[in-house]
């Protein structure tokens, strides 16, 4: 799993990222065009991930001290029932980015999570420690690290220049080094289950030079441009692009320096991707392995002339996946995949291999059907929730709804698939609005809060 790493961030897809690993892994799985986040922010989006639960259901609708109540049934438990040996290395953001992320190891144990290796995202480890951090600290980098990252924050925070971790010391590399030295070194009778969670390419826009330099400036895309006209924009959309944070004022060679940097540290994360699969096919366990790659949400890295997330926008919700199934396991002949799918349908679908189920009060929907050729579509919809703005995203339209179920946004996907023209307010288009209004509410009824409370 990766952080805000978009949907178009695969060589595969775009033709120019470098990530021979996860190419690979498509060319010989399963590879979606891409699926739609539950939640165009990191923590309700993982939550969403973790329980399958929709943000209106688990109040988690933006960033915030949110912890998940281990009561709560998620689909790592569910693993750990089915007899598996569970681990995690990286990122879980389950809970506040504070203080030392050892002391929670009892609320990663009652997650379903027996060996842990915790970590933060590059901001949130100025102010956390883990075993991540102390290791910085050792080499002597750690005062280092916390110093570059708040100059970024002083100078502006879409400062391009590499981490003075270097390619050694790096987050992704001690992520992916982690979790490929526990599973050379495993021995355990039961299978085993291992969730390997990067922090990048998540901004700030640091990854190490060498893997910078692969990427020719001039030779990187040019952004999706703004729409000339943005008016009418409400919703999501006017505040970002009335936010000098979301929007702020840009020159052309920044966001190819961004794009060059976003590029190599996923080309970085591809690298560490190779070095684990190397592990597991040292263990000779590679054709009996169940590989599932994704993102929490995706990153705007300059397109429609936006940083982050926290908007509807393709490049914010729209994340990659891509299975690889065992050996021995059916697939249909159509490798790639052009289904409705929401991040929170990758738990199911682990759990279905796995041979066990979620919990009944999740939403989330195995794939397995879909990837098996008995069902030609999975959704016929998806929906992401942010803010108490709600969008529905079917093949032809994608429209944002405000809290009381107005129409704030609406594109046509099949003619405008760069979003550039919000249709809202065209009178030709009130019948299709209002039937999109009347799946909304239908969604909404059938999904009320769970008996259970989601957080603690």
Known sequence: MADQMRADALGILNGWVRTPNLDRLAREGILFSGIISNSAECIP??????????????????????????????????????????????????????????????????????????????????????NMTDAWQESGLLESFREDMLDRIRTKRHLVRPSVLGVEHHYDTYVGRQAATYLKNLDSPSPWFCWVSFAGPHEPWDAPQEY????????????????????????????????????????????????????????????????ILDVIRERGELDETLIVFTSDHGEMNGDHGLLYKANFLDPAIRVPLIIKLPRDFPASENGRLNSIVELMDVGATICDYAGTDQAETSNARSLRPLIEGIVADHRAFAVSEFLEHTALVDKHWKIEFAPKNEPCVLFDLTNDPLEQVNIADDLQYRDTIGRLKERVIAFQARTPQPAVKVTI
């Not at 190891?105 to 290796?117: E, K, P, R, S």
């Not at 001039?218 to 999501?236: K, N, Q, T, W």
């Not at 976003?262 to 970085?268: D, F, S």
Request: hydrophobic share 35%.
């Open 45 to 130: 989006a993982r939550f969403s991930l973790a329980t399958g639960l929709y943000p209106h259901q688990t109040g988690v609708w933006q960033n915030g001290l949110f912890t998940l109540n281990p009561e709560c049934p998620n689909w790592m438990q569910a693993i750990e029932r089915a007899g598996y040996a569970t681990s995690l290395f990286g990122k879980t953001h389950l809970h506040p980015h504070e203080g030392d992320l050892r002391d929670r190891l009892d609320l990663m144990h009652a997650y379903g999570l027996q060996v842990v290796d915790e970590t933060t995202g590059p901001h949130a480890s100025v102010n956390t420690t883990s």
């Open 212 to 275: 910078v330099d692969l990427y020719d400036r001039s030779a990187i895309p040019l952004p999706i441009p703004r729409p000339v006209e943005v008016l009418p924009s409400r919703g999501l959309l006017k505040m970002v692009f009335d936010s000098d944070y979301y929007s702020p004022a840009m020159l052309p060679d920044e966001v190819r320096a961004m794009r060059a940097s976003y590029a190599g540290n996923v080309t970085l994360i591809d690298e560490h991707i190779g070095s």
